[in-house]
């Protein structure tokens, strides 16, 4: 289920457990959509894909899950690298927000759950997929704009490795797209991105 959010699109999935798939900048927002919470999953560390989670693990006392090469960046521990005008502007944001990192963040290796993690590294080093069903939670490695779209390259940290990532998503059976941005988009929508790659 998609909540309101901000900053970017959060989900909350019923897994026998119930899981935020990433909580935006708004914390008041998502906590007033959400009663029970066993979990949160990150799927990659720019801030407004999780400058909410100190506060929402606050409240419910749940941990919070990342690729671990993207948790050192998750904790402040490591900045992003960004390039050209739209990278000037996440380096403001990023001071603006001034995001307080999580207190637990645990290894999505270890996380317990129905749904397949993918590690599609590129846009950060510790990008994520989650395949749940036929759905697939992509984080920023597409975006819904008009369909699907690519993430712009200024915010990548490797974009050649982001071009395989998306490439590598051929691989998984899934029909819906839901991305960190935008409205969800096809299978469909996915092969026409992958088309522009392959066959430029």
């Known amino acids: 289920m998609k909540l309101k959010s901000r900053g970017c699109n959060v989900y909350l999935i019923d897994d026998e457990r119930f899981y935020l798939i990433?909580?935006?900048?708004?914390?008041?927002l998502i906590l007033k959509?959400?009663?029970?919470?066993?979990?949160?999953?990150?799927t990659h560390a720019h801030f407004d894909h999780f400058a909410a989670a100190y506060k929402v693990q606050k409240e419910f006392g749940c941990p919070v899950f990342a690729?671990?090469?993207d948790i050192p960046y998750l904790l402040g521990e490591k900045k992003f690298q960004y390039s050209g005008l739209l990278g000037l502007l996440a380096k403001i944001g990023e001071r603006l927000f001034r995001a307080k990192p999580?207190?637990?963040v645990r290894d999505v290796d270890n996380l317990d759950i129905k749904a397949q993690i993918i590690h599609t590294p590129g846009h950060t080093p510790g990008s994520i997929c989650i395949l749940k069903e036929e759905k697939l939670y992509c984080g920023d490695l597409l975006r819904g704009r008009n369909g699907l779209d690519l993430s712009p390259k200024s915010f990548c940290s490797d974009y050649n490795q982001y071009l395989n990532s998306v490439k590598k998503i051929?691989?998984?059976q899934f029909d819906v797209v839901m991305p960190g941005h935008g409205s969800a988009g096809s299978r469909e929508h996915y092969d026409e991105i992958l088309r522009k790659i392959i066959l430029p």
Do not use: C, F, S, W
């Open 102 to 104: 999580p207190e637990e």
């Open 170 to 172: 051929a691989e998984l």
């Open 33 to 42: 959509q959400v009663k029970e919470l066993d979990g949160i999953i990150i």
């Open 22 to 28: 990433d909580t935006g900048t708004n914390a008041d």
């Open 67 to 69: 690729h671990r090469i």
